[in-house]
């Protein structure tokens, strides 16, 4: 059975519930949320596809919202680059007050084969534009820093984004020991994996990611959970041809090198990318420790694939760490 449209959806799309009308096709479902496809129709006849996601639970709306900001700000910079949200909200039905929802632009991923491109530009390209667009300045500060204004979601770990001046200690706080405390909500207490940690976390952090190492960091607009399945190219409904796009972001204005650590742990992204991205995004000084950073950025993913999934992920952030740990603890 088609779901039916909730009177917040049409206000969100800036339509009258009571003039407006849409028809509805199940899209499958991701994660702990369903998905649909809605093609609306506005009372002057102009018809609009769109792809909403709803789901239930303590999290659902601030999963959402968090998504909500992540797409409109890479659309902000790229608007061929990834799917515009135009609201999330909670249903207004009394039947459905724990249901939430996210509305955005519909995205044909189907085959794209033989079809025209749009606006040309490739993976590599768009994702060099994002990483080398500066940050913009948040509210209540006088530049721009590290963070970003709402909670965001890797998998279904909230992501702390309170702002911080300096990357190194953003990312040690931040993203380390968050995690590691995640980690410890679900799989308990570790000792060799907490230890370890605190080891990069206080030594191995700073000496890589230290002003003193790499200079000043400039915030950019990072996707935050770009491994190959949430790439791939598409039409937009109200597109001329196939872009090249990202979804399902998990957004943080930060280095952009720290995009890069799940796109390695994952692969899929192929050497005609990575010569073509490093050409516009030169590895930042000291070049030769350009990929022990990436480690760096790797474990973080290790670590929340564990807090998610337990199992393996725990040897693998352990691997990464030691090797850290002997060369610059």
């Known amino acids: 059975m088609s779901p039916t449209t909730d009177p917040a959806i049409f206000r969100a799309l800036g339509l009258d519930p009571n003039s407006a009308s849409a028809s509805t096709t199940s899209h499958g479902g ?5 998905t649909y496809k809605l093609l609306s129709t506005a009372p002057d006849g102009h018809k609009r596809t769109y792809f909403v996601k709803t789901g239930t639970g303590p999290d659902a709306a601030s999963m959402f919202l968090g998504e909500h900001h992540s797409l409109n700000a890479i659309h902000s910079i790229l608007p061929t680059f990834c799917p515009r949200s135009y609201g999330n909200g909670t249903f207004s039905s009394s039947s459905n007050s724990n249901q939430h929802f996210l509305v ?5 991923l189907r085959s794209s ?3 025209p491109s749009g606006s040309g530009e490739s993976f590599a390209q768009k994702l060099a534009k994002m990483h080398t667009t500066p940050a913009p300045i948040p509210e209540g500060y006088d530049k721009p820093m590290f963070g970003f204004p709402v909670p965001t979601y890797c998998g279904a770990t909230e992501q702390d984004n309170t702002w911080k001046e300096d990357w190194a200690e953003f990312y040690a706080d931040n993203r380390l020991h ?5 980690g410890e909500k679900k799989n308990g207490k570790n000792k060799e994996l907490s230890e370890a940690v605190e080891a990069v976390a206080s030594k191995v952090v700073p000496r890589l990611l230290g002003v003193p190492t790499i200079g000043k960091v400039t915030p950019v607009l990072i996707h935050g959970d ?3 399945g949430n790439q791939g190219r598409g039409r937009f409904s109200d597109g001329v041809g196939v872009e090249e796009v990202v979804y399902d972001p998990a957004a943080v204005y930060g280095h952009s090198e720290y995009e890069l650590g799940i796109m390695k742990m994952f692969g899929g992204f192929g050497a ?3 010569k073509e991205y490093g050409e516009l995004v030169p590895k930042q000084e000291p070049k030769e420790e350009w990929q022990d950073r990436v480690a760096l950025y790797e474990l973080y993913h290790h670590l929340n694939h564990y807090a998610l999934f337990g199992g393996g992920y725990r040897e693998g952030a352990m691997s990464i760490m030691k090797t850290l740990i002997a060369k610059y603890a």
């Open 30 to 34: 991701s994660g702990f949320s369903s």
């Open 178 to 182: 968050h995690v590691l405390k995640e």
């Open 113 to 115: 084969s033989g079809s």
């Open 226 to 228: 770009l491994w190959s």
């Open 104 to 108: 955005t632009d519909f995205l044909d």
């Open 272 to 274: 005609g990318f990575w």
